[in-house]
C-alpha cells in the first residue's frame, strides 16, 4: 500500500449520458480529474422543491487530487445543467503505488 496523501474520489451527477460524457471529457481534458467513470442506470430519489423526486441519472466516479478539487467543482458548475449539481469528494485511503503515481502525474 502507498501513500494515498491527497487523493480523493468524487461523486457526480448529470441527467443524461450526454451530459455525463461532455463533463467527464472536459475535467480529463483539462488535467483536473484522472480518469472519469460514466456509470449508466442510476435512479436517484431525493427531495427538491418540497418535493419527493424520482429521476433517471449517470453517475460519474472521478479520482483526482484534493488540492484540485476547487477546480473541479467550478468546471462541474460551469458545465452542469442543473442549478445545484451534486459534486462530492471522499478521500482514498489506501491504493496501489502506481496508480496513485499516474493519478497524481495525470492531473500534475
Not at 73 to 95: F, M
Request: aromatic share 6%; net charge negative.
Amino acid at each position: 500500500m502507498t501513500d494515498p496523501a491527497g487523493a480523493v474520489i468524487f461523486l457526480v451527477t448529470a441527467a443524461t449520458a450526454i451530459e455525463g460524457e461532455r463533463i467527464a471529457t472536459a475535467l480529463v481534458e483539462e488535467r483536473l480529474a484522472a480518469c472519469v467513470n460514466v456509470v449508466p442506470g442510476v435512479i436517484s430519489t431525493f427531495r427538491w422543491e418540497g418535493a419527493v423526486q424520482r429521476e433517471p441519472e449517470v453517475l460519474l466516479i472521478g479520482k483526482t487530487r484534493a488540492e484540485r478539487m476547487p477546480a473541479v467543482i467550478a468546471r462541474v458548475q460551469a458545465l452542469h445543467s442543473y442549478s445545484i449539481p451534486e459534486v462530492l469528494a471522499l478521500p482514498i485511503l489506501a491504493g496501489a503505488g502506481p496508480y496513485l503515481a499516474w493519478l497524481r502525474d495525470a492531473t500534475g
